[in-house]
């Protein structure tokens, strides 16, 4: 029996993760095994730290690197290891970069055909910052082409965080979607809540009837990419060019407001597309789960326990300088 593969897509900080908990409420709530790859592309894992607070779930985690192209190798070894757990489904969440095609494809390699088939390919989208991704990102032709791809491909496309935009650009979003996709379907999400029951529908625990399978995907061996559009040649096939990742550790000499950290992203805005992890302001309070994504930062309460860090990704990072601003900001001496 196969394994059903649900591929969660979609650009940093369009809202997967919240995506994933809502998933993962639904199959508990109906009896279902899930099984959970999660991918990140940096090195410490705040999302399947986020996973764990909210469910005891089977996680298996890729870090540092992206799934569809320098962690590739690593795919069908994961796959195996979570299915040894015999989910009914697994969810895959790639890296806000990952081209979903690239796991498709991978599904489809000899070691892992007879053991599970792709269910679908969601994909979804910031509506507050979708429209700009053209401009912003001219400098990283494969991360343009990515991100076309991730909505070519999907199946669904979650048009996410409508509360940030006005009915007129919800207009403009779906024409440009149209333009990449005539036949996926397409909704409208605050806070990814969408129809998860409908989603979920058709899984069944330890499954035996047939699933809606993206049959043209699983049958044919010919490449994912159409004809019109040649492979990209080797470098071309890496997801992105310009975005790097670096994790700094949380050692503050004094006390620090979470002001002055909203202050310091604020300064590095055109360069810090997403910043996560856990931050402490004071012995008496819990540890808080920082969030930076699409230019907001919010707070959450955590009971994160290890020792605190924030990864920061960016395009075109000076990494050394972020390093040292960041040390300045914590008021540690430069090294
Ligand atoms: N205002 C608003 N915020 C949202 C919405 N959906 C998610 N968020 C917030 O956006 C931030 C990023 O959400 P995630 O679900 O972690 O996004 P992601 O795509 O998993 O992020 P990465 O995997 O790190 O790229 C979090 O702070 C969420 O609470 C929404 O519809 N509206």
Not at 119 to 134: G, K, P, R, S, V
Not at 149 to 161: F, H
Request: net charge neutral; hydrophobic share 40%.
């Amino acid at each position: 029996m196969k394994i059903p593969v649900m591929v969660i897509s979609g650009f940093l900080g369009s809202g997967k993760t919240t995506l994933l908990l809502r998933l993962l409420e639904e199959t508990r709530r109906r009896g279902l095994q899930p099984g959970i790859l999660m991918n990140e592309l940096g090195k410490q894992d705040v999302d399947g730290l986020i996973l764990d607070e909210h469910s005891d779930t089977a996680i298996e985690k890729l870090l540092d690197g992206c799934v569809c192209c320098s962690k590739k190798e690593e795919l069908a070894d994961c796959l195996k290891k979570l299915l040894g757990q015999k989910p009914d489904i697994v969810f895959i969440e790639l890296t806000g970069v990952a081209n979903p095609e690239e796991i498709a494809d991978a599904l489809t390699e000899p070691g892992l055909l007879g053991l599970v088939k792709l269910n679908q390919i969601i994909t979804l989208l910031d509506a507050e910052h979708m429209l700009d991704y053209n401009s912003i990102f001219s400098s990283d032709k494969q991360l343009v082409r990515t991100l076309r791809r991730q909505m070519e491909v999907a199946d669904l496309l979650i048009v996410n965080k409508t509360d940030l935009v006005t009915s007129r650009v919800l207009v403009k979003i779906e024409k440009a979607i149209r333009k990449h996709n005539e036949k996926a379907q397409i909704v409208y999400a605050k806070h990814s809540q969408i129809d998860v029951q409908s989603l979920l529908s058709a899984i069944l625990p330890h499954a035996h009837s047939p699933l809606p399978v993206r049959s043209f995907r699983m049958v044919q061996a010919a490449p994912l990419i159409p004809d019109k559009e040649p492979r990209p040649n080797k470098d071309e096939a890496l997801s992105y060019s310009r975005v790097q990742s670096i994790t700094l550790p949380w050692k503050p000499a004094g006390d620090i407001s979470p002001v002055r950290i909203e202050q310091f992203l604020h300064k590095w805005e055109a360069h810090i597309l997403r910043a996560k992890g856990y931050v402490s302001f004071s012995k008496e309070q819990p540890i808080q789960l920082l969030q930076h994504a699409g230019k907001r930062t919010t707070w959450a309460p955590s009971s994160f326990t290890g020792d605190p860090y924030v990864v920061f990704i960016g395009m075109d990072l000076d990494q050394e300088q972020l390093a040292a601003e960041w040390s300045a900001l914590l008021g540690l001496k430069p090294n």
